[in-house]
């Protein structure tokens, strides 16, 4: 007899026949496929859940941000759209003496004049613009402010006329490559621009 049938023999506990050993190890094996696939199922229903989540957010935020106005551009928000200059208006300290100036001098005609709490205003318009003379308390002339420039039909004409009227130049009569112009001064120190177009 030999030795291996003698431990068989003193041994029969320990002895596993190996097909069962291989029926127990495929068992194993297909509880942890099982096991392996309900977890994947767990994670695609996992996706899928949160890809339909994301969805609605995002639905929600693009009917949002429909609802919300179209921010303008930076030029749009710059941009205040002027179509023209309304008028400009010269601050005077005596309305009649100024008047007389801008009406017996220059010789515009008055379309709008006025008299409140609030001060006297005059206003001369020609074309479609418009030139006024205001009076304040607290709104001072001044020679170095904006200044008017009134386009005349003849320049050598209206300088001969200001200088027989004794108007005070600030500026002389000189030449530009587009024009010619000189600045003068009213009876409260503003400037006003004597224009010409080289046309």
Known sequence: MSASSDCEKN??????????????????????TRQNKKI???CLNLRDELWLRESA????????????????TLL???????????????????????????????????TTVSDTPNGRWAEYEFGPYALAIGSSPGWNPSPDGCSAALEVADFDAAIAHL???????????????VCRMAMVCDPDGN???IHKRNI
């Open 76 to 110: 749009e928000c710059a941009m205040l759209k002027v179509t023209e200059i309304a008028f400009c208006c010269y601050a005077v300290t005596d309305m009649p003496r100024a008047r007389a100036f801008y009406e017996g001098v220059l010789g515009l005609k008055p």
């Open 163 to 177: 200088r027989a009227n004794n108007v005070k130049f600030r500026m002389e009569p000189f030449p530009t490559p």
């Open 57 to 72: 957010r995002v639905s929600r935020v693009k009917r949002q941000a429909a609802k919300r106005p179209k921010p303008r």
């Open 40 to 42: 994947e199922q767990s």
């Open 11 to 32: 041994h029969p506990a320990k002895v596993v026949e190996p097909y069962k050993l291989l029926v127990e190890l495929q068992a194993q094996i297909i509880a942890v």
């Open 191 to 193: 400037t006003i621009c």
